[in-house]
């Protein structure tokens, strides 16, 4: 299962239903916040995965506490959202608040629920994630390569598949930014996905932090 299915799918879904029934978010915002989030989460495991520790640690939570279940159990989404707090805290370190912030501004989705929305969100992906690494059978040593196999994959079916507007945001993000735009072109997407509404920041923000994870760096 490719990350767009993830998303796109009934796990994706569930998620949404779950967040909107709680937070009163309407679900197209809960699924442009998912489709930003989830690559952005995956980059930064890639990037630590880079540590030989950070990739040890990642590998042994993976095979302790993330074996997909997660994936076909909606029941988990909720029961899990404090250890998604924490996974997210490990995950971005000092630049969270920066993120969640970055991320509220693009979304308009207030920053007292994005927080909790990603919380439900970072037990499904690091699911995601220890499924496939099940299914590559791969050690700490092979993990970057299966997060950036992840990631590409995405990329590539986002741009292939131009019918879902999810698949555009993916595409941009995953893209470095594809639309024609004079700010920046996550917001457009967004704006688009969102019934035109949303905040237009223009040009840095959550887009430079993901050209600048994304883009090639």
């Known amino acids: ?14 998620v949404a239903q779950q967040a909107e029934n709680k937070f009163g978010i309407s679900r197209n915002q809960v699924l442009a916040l998912l489709a930003v989030a989830a690559p ?20 042994n939570a993976l095979d302790r506490d993330h074996d997909g ?5 909606s029941s988990q989404l909720e029961a899990r959202q404090a250890e998604g707090g924490s996974i997210l805290s490990h ?28 919380a439900m969100l970072a037990p499904v992906i690091m699911g995601y994630i220890g499924k496939e690494k099940q299914q590559s059978n791969v050690g700490a040593g092979g993990l970057g390569d299966l997060l950036g196999g992840i990631l590409g994959n995405a990329s590539n079916q986002a741009q292939a598949q131009q019918s879902n507007p999810l698949n555009d945001i993916l595409g941009s ?33 959550l887009g430079s932090i993901l050209g600048n994870l994304l883009g090639g760096k």
């Open 1 to 14: 299962m490719s990350l767009i299915d993830l998303l796109t799918g009934n796990t994706g879904n569930e």
């Open 40 to 59: 952005l989460i995956i980059s930064y495991l890639r990037k630590k995965s880079q540590d030989s520790n950070e990739a040890e640690a990642l590998n």
């Open 69 to 73: 279940s997660i994936l076909n159990d």
């Open 91 to 118: 995950i971005f370190g000092g630049e969270k608040q920066t993120v969640e912030n970055q991320l509220s501004q693009n979304t308009g989705i207030s920053i007292d629920k994005i927080g909790p929305i990603l």
């Open 173 to 205: 993000v995953l893209g470095g930014g594809q639309s024609q735009s004079s700010g920046n072109p996550l917001n457009d997407i967004l704006g688009s996905v969102l019934g035109g509404g949303g905040n237009q920041q223009q040009g840095g923000g």
